[in-house]
């Protein structure tokens, strides 16, 4: 099952051309959803606007050089590596989606393009759908937040929830669509399958869809005004065991003790048991 293509089989009873119609549909409404989204929520007006904000309070100009490391450094480190989780386990759930997903999207797409695509692409087709399944459920039941907290019911599900049921849905369909193909639950599953997704890419206006493409410009944004000077009109970062720095804010010793960065684990002292 891992070797075969189950979209060659497919074409047997469904034209290679309107597999791939599908597809470009696909990609039409996900462009169509997050340009949506953008004029909605007004996303990309904020940034354009906050970046502008930040140059006018830049202390020091960033050069060209300095920029091009800067993005080296957010894709190595907020896309690749997704280091802004400091749970390692949902880290680890994180980027097991990603990865799944993605390979999941690209191997679709050269199973159905491509007119003799090596085995190796089925295989990884199959890997990336069992990956995007293995972190998409255990964030959902592990990691996902304590609803009992939030006062509602472990099986209520809420509109926010749309795009990870959808990308589960899709990946596990996909999985028994391939195992079970040319059965009546095979087609049946193969119907669920289109169903969840173009609930996916369908439904990006109303999901988090859109948030993996503006994440990583605010990423690398955040970096450019940390380089800059401009902070985001935060304060700068101080070395409260400094006595320069007790010198310039007095009442520090009085709060934190005359070395702060010993003052025990604080809210560090329990686990966090809600994501």
Known sequence: MI??????????????????????????????????????????????????????AAT?????????????????????????????????????????????????????????PPSIVAVLWHIGALMLCIGGYWFWFAIRVDLASEGKRWYKVDRADMFILSLLSTATFALIWSATQGSTIGWLAFCLFILSSTILFGGVFWSKFAHMFFKPAAAFQKRITRADGSRENLPADFDLSDPAVHAKYPDIPQYMGKNPPNMGLGIKRESPHHY
């Open 3 to 56: 070797t075969g293509n189950p979209f060659a089989e497919l074409s047997a009873n469904i034209p290679t051309y309107a597999m791939q119609a599908y597809v470009v549909a696909m990609v039409i409404l996900v462009i169509v959803g997050t340009v949506l989204d953008m004029m909605h929520k007004k996303s990309a007006q904020y940034f354009f606007e906050n970046a502008e904000k930040a140059k006018a």
């Open 60 to 116: 020091r100009t960033v050069s060209g050089g300095e920029k091009a490391s800067l993005a080296i450094k957010t894709v190595a480190s907020e896309i690749i590596t997704s280091s802004e989780f400091a749970n390692p386990i949902r880290r680890i759930s994180h980027l097991l989606s990603m990865y799944g997903f993605i390979t999941f999207v690209v191997t679709t797409a050269i199973l159905i393009f491509a007119s003799a």
